[in-house]
């Protein structure tokens, strides 16, 4: 088994393979009072902001977050009051350098 990642793994470095992981697009919705709260929680999900509305008297933040962090994203969302993310799309995405540096050490 080690000897099948080893020679993955090398076969990777030697064409210069990038991995790469899901992204959400997503909507947010909240109270305004609660607005910088839940585009906190984003933001430390390695979320990001791409805009900022308004729908139905309710603030709303377009965004994008890995799909690893969305149920941590979803769970604390929650305890601001805000709605769980829809999400309205998909995409892949290189990881970040420093996150697939720590992934190679291991």
Known sequence: KKAG???MKSAAEKVGTR?????AEIKIRSEKE????????LCNC????S????E???SVICGVVPFSKLD?????LRSHRCTAPDITGTYFQSVPCALSEKMKKN
């Open 5 to 7: 990642f080893d020679c």
């Open 51 to 54: 805009d900022i509305g308004e």
């Open 56 to 58: 139905n008297g309710k």
């Open 19 to 23: 991995l790469q992981e899901p992204i």
């Open 34 to 41: 609660t607005l910088a709260d839940c585009m906190m929680s």
């Open 72 to 76: 941590e994203l979803t769970k604390t």
């Open 46 to 49: 390695r979320g990001s902001v």
